[in-house]
């Protein structure tokens, strides 16, 4: 089975700082990642995503994740926070990078960036 | 995603009672998914159809069930609903055998009282 972890439920920033929001998973095997953004009564929407070749994928909005293998991780970042970045971030995965596959959800980081 | 259409956006139901939650894709997509989003549980996946045909179900009560009339819609009945049942529902769709983003729906919230 494939899990995805994220330790982080509330991360709070001032405007200009850089964040990163960690995500870990645990699954041997070839595995799709992706971040998903959501605002407040939103639904979500895609960031960035990872299957294969270069480990640092660049997304919307200056958000960018690096791909380890060693770690299990796939942690998001950010060089400088905007107000508007405040929302939720899930990190999600699936297995294989085939068609059909649905995508498994982490619990979620409340990303909070004070003025 | 304003192409992938959720009706209704809010919906109040009396315990016992059925609903049913409407999705319709515009992206001309060919997978379809349901999730629900609750204060207890993270985002959670409940179905997954392609081409119209159910691909995975990780709902365990059958009182949640998928119709598929159009290839573009899918939509989600739900019957004796419970309080338990409140949460908000997110259709979800991607064209499949492709780059895999998931395009959402804004949700049903649903509150059963």
């Known amino acids: 089975t494939q899990t995805v972890s994220q330790s982080d439920a509330h991360v709070t920033v001032f405007e200009g700082d850089s964040v990163e929001l960690r995500c870990n998973y645990s699954?041997?095997?070839?595995?799709?990642l992706s971040w998903y953004i959501q605002h407040h009564g939103r639904g979500l929407q895609f960031l960035l995503k990872y299957y294969s070749g270069n480990p640092v994928v660049q997304g919307v909005n200056g958000f960018e994740a690096e791909f380890s293998k060693s770690d299990s991780s796939f942690h998001l970042r950010k060089a400088s926070v905007h107000w508007s970045d405040s929302a939720v971030y899930f990190c999600?995965?699936?297995?294989?990078?085939?068609?059909?596959?649905?995508?498994?959800f982490g619990t979620g980081t409340l990303l909070s960036v004070k003025p | 995603d304003p192409k992938i259409i959720q009706k209704p956006k809010y919906l109040v139901a009396v315990t016992g009672s059925e609903k049913i939650l409407i999705c319709e894709q515009y992206?001309?997509?060919?997978?379809m998914y349901w999730y629900r989003q609750s204060a207890k549980k993270p985002l959670e996946f409940m179905f997954s159809?392609?081409?119209?045909?159910?691909?995975d179900n990780q709902t365990a009560s059958s009182r949640f069930q998928p119709q598929s009339s159009k290839k573009n819609h899918l939509d989600l009945q739900i019957t004796a609903l419970k309080p338990d049942d409140s949460a908000t529902y997110f259709c979800?769709?991607?064209?499949?055998?492709?780059?895999?983003?998931?395009?959402f729906g804004h949700g049903t919230k649903l509150s059963v009282l």
């Open positions: 699954y041997g095997g070839s595995i799709y």
């Open positions: 979800a769709s991607r064209q499949q055998g492709t780059n895999e983003r998931l395009f």
């Open positions: 159809y392609s081409y119209q045909k159910l691909m």
């Open positions: 992206l001309g997509h060919n997978a």
């Open positions: 999600a995965a699936s297995i294989g990078g085939g068609s059909g596959n649905k995508l498994i």
